[in-house]
């Protein structure tokens, strides 16, 4: 490849890589399928022309994509603030204004931010729950944790109102769903939850259903950006490996020229070897003014060889250098994108109330877990625990204490785990816990050694004193059952454990 054709190519694969970082925050199939081209022609040694070519073409699809992202940024904060307005409709009364206020200013400062929107919707469903203050139907009834925070409620709203505004809001949330670019594996999933969200007629479902809207929103934003990473991961190879091939073209064409100037040095001296013969010849003067005329231009021919090979290398010698150094600067740029979108993937991976992993993390956690504990027959238990009576916190203190009391709770269950023991904020006010490689005594010991240190924990709200405690249900992974299945066992014992009075472990013993 010529200087030239190098820089061309350089140029064109950072305007890739700027392009593509447009894209850290949102994509969708068109654009997924544009980079994996791009992608494949790089590895395959295209020239700078073809991907040149190539970018021009997919330039569009790049600033369609920007586009589509800030709409569906746009139309987030529409949802949001369309399901604030809804909830106040709802209740013909105001919402708590300070709460309403934050929430209002948390999507002012994260609409743009994808990785900030479950955040966002987890927000609006704690002003929802406190807003809606549901009362208990009989506590039978419970199914997840979403309901149990819901609570149906006995006294019957305005039954025609509520329809019409779950139908608002279905509708609302089934367009955002529309926008979200979820791969095809998640096709089925979609369409069953706009089923159900263009049924709903009960308001009492929204958390459940704003629940699974915010999985999806945590999917849709965190394989994006896994995808971009990979791609980067591998864009960052390809240079690696195009610096390492420069070198050596270098190193072998020094070489050559080496070799050169040696042969150079052998002619100079051969030459000048024919000059002393023909001058040594007394009886031949015009042959040997024509030799000597001869001998003289080819020795300047060879002089001026010389002097232009070691100009040529001394150019090529310093058009590597600059080569060098501008691929050098593409690796810092790749890699430190590398870096600004594995933070991103962490980000959406953490609550940031607490930060603990979230219900996402837990996610892609449990599945592995579960798998190698069937494969080695090492124990894995799993504890959900729940704060008891924070509505009561909330409703007493404030929302703002109760964020404090859940921060102080994460933190005593920080200090009391070990290494290998893992933590995750589920939601609202409910943790899970792994045990991983534990047998049933030391599990329950574990378990007992959270909840005493929440117990014995110097909480304190406005400097009054409080006492928090949590409830815990617990279970052991079955070989035969999913990480569902091992999560509802632990939970209908979180269930006995506040129906027998909170601040208690309650640990699964039915037989498989
Ligand atoms: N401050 C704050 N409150 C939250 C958050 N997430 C959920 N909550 C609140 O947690 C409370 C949960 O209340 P309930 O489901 O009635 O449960 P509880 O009062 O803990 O009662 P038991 O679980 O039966 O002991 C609700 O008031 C929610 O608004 C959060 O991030 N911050």
Redesign the pocket.
């Known amino acids: 490849m010529t200087e030239s054709a190098q820089d061309k190519l350089i140029g064109a694969l950072r305007k890739a890589i700027s392009r593509i970082s447009l894209l850290a925050e949102g994509n969708d199939p068109e654009v997924d399928s544009v980079i994996r081209q791009i992608r494949q022609n790089i590895t395959k040694g295209a020239d700078a022309d073809k991907i040149q070519a190539m970018l021009s073409a997919a330039e569009p699809h790049l600033l369609n994509s920007e586009e589509t992202h800030l709409n569906r940024a746009k139309q987030v904060r529409e949802t949001l603030h369309d399901l604030i307005d809804l909830l106040e409709v709802n209740h013909k009364k105001r919402l708590p204004s300070s709460e309403k206020k934050a929430l209002e200013s948390l999507i002012r400062l994260h609409w743009q931010s994808p990785p900030s929107w479950p955040y966002l919707f987890?927000?609006y469903?704690?002003?929802a729950?406190?807003t809606l203050?549901l009362e208990?139907t009989e506590e039978s009834s419970k199914q997840s944790?979403i309901k149990?925070?819901?609570?149906r409620t006995k006294k019957q709203q305005d039954t025609q109102n509520s329809q019409e505004i779950m139908a608002q809001i279905s509708h609302t949330l089934s367009s955002l769903l529309t926008n979200l670019s979820l791969s095809h594996e998640y096709d089925e999933q979609i369409i069953a939850l706009r089923e159900v969200l263009a049924n709903s007629n009960d308001l009492q479902q929204l958390p459940d259903l704003l629940d699974e809207v915010i999985n999806l929103i945590i999917i849709s934003t965190g394989k994006t950006q896994e995808g971009l990473t990979n791609y980067l991961n591998e864009l960052n190879q390809q240079l690696a490996s195009m610096n390492t091939s420069i070198v050596s073209h270098y190193k072998s064409q020094k070489t050559l020229i080496e070799n050169r100037d040696g042969l150079n040095v052998k002619l100079e001296k051969q030459v000048s070897d024919t000059n002393l013969a023909t001058q040594s010849a007394t009886d031949l003067n015009e042959l040997k003014e024509l030799i000597d005329t001869r001998m003289k231009a080819m020795t300047t021919t060879m002089v001026d060889y010389k002097q232009q090979m070691m100009l040529l290398e001394k150019e090529t010698h310093q058009s590597i250098i600059s080569l060098k150094s501008k691929v050098d600067q593409m690796e810092k740029e790749a890699s430190s994108m590398r870096t600004k979108l594995q933070e991103k993937l962490a980000q959406a991976m953490t609550d940031a109330?607490t930060n603990l992993p979230n219900r996402a993390a837990y996610q892609d956690s449990i599945l592995p877990l579960v798998q190698s504990s069937k494969k080695s027959g090492k124990k894995l238990f799993l504890a959900v625990c729940?704060?008891?009576?924070?509505?009561?916190?909330?409703?007493t203190w404030?929302?703002?204490?109760?964020?404090k009391?859940?921060r102080l709770v994460t933190r005593q269950l920080l200090n009391s785990l070990s290494n290998k023991d893992m933590i995750f904020r589920y939601?609202?006010?409910e943790f899970v816990a792994l045990f991983v490689n534990s047998n049933e005594q030391e599990a329950i010991h574990k378990a007992e050694t959270i909840r005493a240190a929440v117990e014995s924990a110097p909480f304190n709200v406005n400097g009054a004193p409080i006492t928090i405690t949590i409830?815990i249900g617990m279970a052991c992974h079955r070989v035969t059952e999913d990480h569902d299945s091992l999560f509802e066992r632990a939970d209908k014992q979180l269930y006995i454990a506040?129906q027998a009075g909170?601040n208690i472990v309650k640990v699964d013993q039915t037989k498989e």
Do not use: C, M, P
């Not at 149990?148 to 609570?151: A, G, K, Q, T, V």
């Not at 729940?386 to 409703?395: L, S, T």
């Not at 404030?398 to 964020?403: F, I, L, M, N």
């Open positions: 987890s927000s469903l704690a002003l729950k406190t203050s208990t944790l149990r925070l819901f609570h109330l729940d704060i008891d009576h924070f509505k009561q916190v909330n409703d404030g929302h703002q204490a109760g964020d009391v859940l939601g609202g006010e409830s506040k909170r």
